[in-house]
C-alpha cells in the first residue's frame, strides 16, 4: 500500500518558519538584549505574510560596526530535499561584545515579488507591520559563514540558516 500526500504552502506553513527564526531573535535577545519583543513580534508577522506568497528568498539579521557584520544569522529559502532535518532553533552564539554595534534586518526579495507590479507591492506592503526602505545588507567583517540549521515544513519549503561568527 502507498500513498501519496500533496499539500500547498500556506500560511500556517509560513507562521511555522517564521515562528523558528523570532525563536532565533529571542534568543538572541536574551544573549544580547535585541531585538526588542515588539520588533520581535513585527518582524515575525511580516516575515511569514511575505514567505506565504513567495515573496521571499533570503532574510537576515544581526549587528553591524561600520557597515561590516560582527555577528548575524542569515536565512535562505529553499525547497526541502530528501533527508533535510528540521532543526530545533537555537545556537545563538553567546558573549560577543555587540556594544557598539547596531541592529541590523535585512530582506532580500524573491523574483516572484520583483515581477509585481508598483500597485501590487503596495497593496502587500500594507498588511505589513514593517516599513522597509531600500538598501544593502552589510558587508562581512572578521569573522566567517559557518551553515549550521535547517527549517523545514511539512509543505517541502525550508530555511536553510548559516551563522555569521567574529574569528
Not at 63 to 92: C, E, N
Not at 96 to 119: H, I, Q, Y
Not at 147 to 153: H, Q, R, T, W
Request: proline fraction near 6%.
Amino acid at each position: 500500500m502507498t500513498r501519496t500526500v500533496a499539500e500547498s504552502f500556506s500560511l500556517t506553513h509560513a507562521k511555522y518558519l517564521a515562528s523558528k527564526v523570532t525563536s532565533d531573535m529571542l534568543r538572541c535577545q536574551q544573549n544580547y538584549g535585541r531585538p526588542s519583543d515588539s520588533e520581535i513580534n513585527d518582524y515575525g508577522t511580516e516575515l511569514a505574510i511575505l514567505m506565504r506568497d513567495d515573496y521571499v528568498e533570503k532574510y537576515e539579521f544581526g549587528f553591524q560596526i561600520d557597515s561590516k557584520r560582527i555577528l548575524s544569522w542569515s536565512y535562505t529559502v529553499t525547497s526541502a530535499g530528501l533527508g533535510l532535518t528540521d532543526d530545533r532553533p537555537g545556537r545563538i552564539l553567546p558573549n560577543v561584545d555587540v556594544g557598539k554595534a547596531s541592529m541590523f534586518n535585512f530582506l532580500t526579495p524573491s523574483p516572484k515579488w520583483r515581477n509585481l507590479s508598483a500597485e501590487e507591492k503596495t497593496r502587500i506592503r500594507k498588511e505589513l507591520p514593517i516599513e522597509r526602505v531600500g538598501g544593502e545588507p552589510p558587508a562581512d567583517g572578521n569573522g566567517y559563514w559557518k551553515p549550521d540549521l535547517n527549517y523545514v515544513s511539512t509543505a517541502g519549503t525550508a530555511l536553510g540558516r548559516k551563522s555569521f561568527v567574529p574569528f
